[in-house]
């Protein structure tokens, strides 16, 4: 019988604390300040580079690889490839944020190259972006319906997304989605203001690079764990704004929550 | 007869609000974080990028385009030019922000460079900025009292700079000023703690380029719209605070404000 | 009599703030946030660039330098380069803060670069940083102790790498120690939080810059007078908080504190 995501919350979040695992993220300009912090939060080590020889010497010794292509270019790419092959051959835990995938053709022959050359262990994203992986998907995902992650079809979709690519796949929406080969999981709950928050994608996929860094031989369930921390955290944080809208309070909250949840 | 800062800002919020118009800031590493959340804030869509290809095609499907030289290098430069072009070419509203033209001969070439090339529909800057793009101004703009820009001297200046380069020049300080050929409008209000956040003009300037893309016909109105948003989004910060000083509280407001004025 | 950090702190804070020295900041894209809005806070103005020419010519008309290669890249290092032999020639206060050193052969070889070749006047950084930096220290600094800069042990190799480098070192920790020569003090206080937010040393080494430059002559008591300002700052922080891992709090009340501790 499948576990929870809250029981694996419960389970995996201390072990984060304990252990404090280093992970490398390489993400994009704009975000990377609440990457590091939410690794904080959660009582893991963030680092960063741009530097590929750098990159690769924390890949050895890091607890997990997070890709992020928000602000891919050809220079990141080679720091990216280098570390993602590290990780690789470590055997460590390896994200990949495919930001934007659809939009451009840069981001997706980026995404591309990155799955293909470091078959990352959890490809973290939006549902747009999941679809755009898929081989025939062509051109920028107008029109998807976000909200439908785990509407039949494109639960089918995600999971086949798992199998062709050997990963987890993880989609956030209003209820998150993972799959792995034939399994799927939802997770319920979370705010709609973390969609008005930017980097809150990004900060998860580097939560969940951290949840599997102390999981590695379960994925899938360390995918479902930092999925539900993000969104007990959004639900903490929405409960105690002084307006519904109040966007500055609420990025406050969300990291006294990330923090401060149990 | 003009129409008052405040009614044009009552027009165009919602417009905003309703179209979420996707803006493409190629800006500053130290800022980019504040202009993505102040573009969410007022329910815009953020994207930036670093790569010429993808800025490109980012600048092919966006409803506008903020050009921000802050932390400019040889590589900032091609992608910026290429997404000028592209939106000159459509005809989106294009903004450029010349930070610290005048301080460096790297910055003022810079701005010269995507002010010939890319022809923007809007340049935002403070008086010294602004000051430095006019023909005949010579090194860095040391002693310009940045309170004056709607001194006469000042106001036909920057009026000057619109007509000769075909832009509306939108101005900072105690008291915004906007040019357009022979019209000039004033923006009083704001907070004197708006100049003590890192990034306030920069997001300014991502602000009036989410305006411009609600009403393309009217740049004049939709910088004077945006700068009283963020002149109302400062005084409502500055009254909340628990300590005159109090800058971590300021920023935390300004965003609360900025996504719930009206 | 040595004087207290406190009484380094109360005498020079007041001139940082009346003088607003200009501190130019090449530093990571991670934490550049932080560092220029810390300037702000404490009344200095902060400027940052990537560009060789621009950073060079900042570094004319700015009153300190800072470097900080917390994502450092081959870029990087020519703009630094560029900038700290600018501030070398002109007799400015030059800071280095080598982030990681010690953790990759990147870095460590990009520390060594820059001690070698700009000669800074103060080398900030923590405890494995800094003794990474001694001739003969070899490879990661795993396993110090890193509450245990103020040993009688690290006091003495904080004070070799001084001399060796004839540069003010300044080693934060739960005490920071700070030594010149056979000179050493120590800087007790602060709060455990500090190293629970992305930056707090990257945003040190700045405000040491800041301080550095109104007191050109005694860089070993503006590193004090500047440490002493965060400690000051932590502590006021922690004490306000609602529950005490309040992350998101702390970051706020920490920048409300630079910005108005006496």
């Not at 280093?22 to 904080?40: D, G, K, M, P, Y």
């Amino acid at each position: 019988m499948p576990r929870a995501p809250d029981s694996l919350f419960q389970e995996l979040a201390p072990q984060v604390r304990a252990r404090g695992p280093l992970v490398l993220s390489l993400t994009n300009f704009v975000t990377a300040n609440e990457c590091a912090n939410a690794l904080l939060a959660v009582g893991a080590a963030p680092v960063m580079s741009l530097d590929r020889d750098d990159a690769a010497d924390l890949a050895r010794v890091a607890s997990a690889v997070v890709l992020n292509i928000g602000t891919l270019n050809p220079a990141f790419m080679e720091v990216a490839l280098a570390a993602g092959r590290t990780a690789r051959e470590r055997g460590i835990p390896l994200v990949l944020d495919p930001v934007g995938a659809g939009a451009t053709r840069a981001r997706l022959e980026a995404a591309g190259a990155l799955l293909s050359e470091t078959k990352p262990t959890i490809i973290r994203g939006n549902l747009a972006e999941i679809l755009a992986l898929l081989p025939g998907a062509v051109g920028a995902q107008k029109g998807v319906d976000s909200d439908a992650a785990h509407s039949p079809e494109n639960r089918e979709k995600c999971a086949r997304l798992s199998r062709e690519r050997g990963a987890v796949v993880a989609v956030t929406g209003p209820v998150d989605l993972v799959a792995q080969g034939e399994k799927t999981a939802e997770i319920p709950g979370g705010s709609p203001l973390l969609t008005r928050l930017t980097g809150t994608g990004c900060l998860l996929s580097a939560l969940v690079g951290a949840y599997a860094a102390v999981a590695p031989e379960d994925p899938f369930g360390a995918a479902q764990a930092a999925m539900r921390h993000l969104k007990k955290a959004g639900e903490a944080a929405a409960s105690l704004l002084s307006a519904p809208e109040n966007l500055g309070e609420f990025r406050v909250r969300l990291f006294d929550a990330l923090a401060t949840l149990r």
